[in-house]
Structure formats: structure tokens, C-alpha cells
């Protein structure tokens, strides 16, 4: 019986804790150090971030600012795109280690949005900008990468 009554006043408490959390993250402002563990695609990786003494995780990064070419593309073209920017992205990734900066949560769940520096200082965002491989990105609607679906808009 004594269950029955605290039942009801569990659920009112574990519904005030849950409106009591905010609806989203403060971005975290970093520096975060991180190692590379592999490329995923031109404007994604996957690090291993050092975020306490001795506690690291794995998670992808999506790059703040910028948009690749997807590797599973529409077309023949921007699959072509995506592989070079993969290539190009891995060319200065290898050479990590990283720092992360106003790390956000990202719309897919399990990645992050975030600034990302070479231990040199190097913005991966502005130097993939440089190749002409991926076009700057603010977060809105994608533009398509293959030639025939951009004369169709």
C-alpha cells in the first residue's frame, strides 16, 4: 500500500526534474584536445577527445562552416567531389592533434558541431575552404552538388 501512495508523487518529482532541464545545451566553449581516429568524409571526423584526466571519448565532428560533397551522392560528379574532399581533409587531419572550440550538439544524435584547429592553429573549416572542395555552410538548407540538379533550381 505504502508503494501505491509514493507512486503518484515519484511521477510528479521525476516531471518537475525533466521541465526544470533546459532545451538544449549550452555550447561548450573548448578548448577540447582531441586526436584524429579516421576521416569520415569531407567535412566530418572522428576524434577521440580528452575531456577529463584520463577520461576520453569517441565522437564525430561535424566541421562548423562548411559543406562537403556526400561520398553516397546523387550523381557520379559529387561522389567524385566528395572523395577528393575526403583525401583533402585527411591530408591535413593526419597531421592532428586537434583543439575543438564552441562544441554544439548537431541535429543528428551521437555528433557534434564544432570549430576545429590544428595544434598549429589552423582552422580546418577555413583551409578545406581554400581547396575548393566544400562551400561554406551555415547550418540552412544543403545546395545540391551535381550539375543537373543545379540547373534545376
Known sequence: MAHAAIRPFLLVLAAAALAAL?????????PVAATLVRVVDGDTIRIEALVWIDLRVEVLVRIRGIDAPELNGQCPEERAQAEAASVALAAIALDGPFRLFQIDDDKYFGRVVADVETASGVSLAEWMLTTGLVRPYDGGARQPWCPQLIGAL
Open 22 to 30: 533546459p532545451a538544449s545545451a549550452e555550447p561548450l566553449p573548448g
